[in-house]
């Protein structure tokens, strides 16, 4: 599908941890959508770590259901574990979800999201929200798994939020192969590819 562009790129500056730059990409979509299996093909395509889901850790360990306030928690951590990540990337910070997703859970469940989400959302920037969808992948359930039947929903909720932030960001579906080319397609037309990377 065809990339989205914004037309507020200072919402786009490159930024990592410290003095370092780096291409910030977050991968985004509903549950089963093949972000998870995405983000680990990226690692190992790029050689670099990936900001893996913090939400899952923290559910399994949590003893009871959850309410909003975990909902903020599992934010600040996964935010909390994209500083740490970084400080081991070289070029790129490839991320299984981000606040994106913590908004979306809030509002789906609880009806709003709380406002340190919506502004880390709108404020913290990305070079690219990676939107994966879920058709040709089966749903697999888990015990933390939610929304069998409401994944188009899930994605359409997904897209509008990015939509109305002004969110630079493309929509995937296919292989695992079949998306990173299409995602080396548009960073190297948006020159954030490494030469020797843009070489190949």
């Not at 990339?3 to 990592?16: A, C, F, M, P």
């Not at 490839?94 to 509002?107: F, P, Q, R």
């Not at 995937?172 to 843009?198: C, D, F, N, S, Y």
Request: aromatic share 8%; glycine share 6%; net charge negative.
């Amino acid at each position: 599908m065809e990339e989205k562009t914004v037309t507020n790129d200072s919402q786009l500056s490159r930024n990592g941890s410290g003095d370092k730059k780096l291409v910030k990409l977050a991968l985004v979509g509903p549950e089963c959508s093949g972000k998870t299996t995405l983000a680990k093909a990226l690692s190992e395509e790029w050689n670099e770590p990936f900001v893996e889901e913090y939400a899952r850790e923290y559910l399994e360990s949590l003893g009871r259901n959850y309410n909003q306030d975990d909902i903020l928690d599992i934010a600040k951590g996964q935010l909390e574990r994209e500083y740490q990540v970084a400080e081991q990337c070289n070029h790129f910070l490839i991320c299984d979800t981000n606040t994106l997703v913590s908004k979306v859970w809030a509002e789906v469940r609880f009806g709003r999201a709380q406002n340190w989400i919506e502004r880390q959302f709108l404020e913290k920037p990305y070079q690219l929200y990676i939107l994966c969808g879920h058709k040709g992948i089966e749903w697999e359930y888990d015990d933390l798994r939610e929304n069998p039947d409401d994944r188009q929903e899930l994605y359409d909720h997904y897209r509008k939020a990015l939509i109305r932030a002004g969110k630079r960001y493309i929509e995937l579906e296919g292989t695992t192969e079949e998306r990173i080319q299409k995602i080396k397609k548009v960073l190297k037309r948006q020159r954030l590819l490494p030469r020797e990377v843009a070489a190949q």
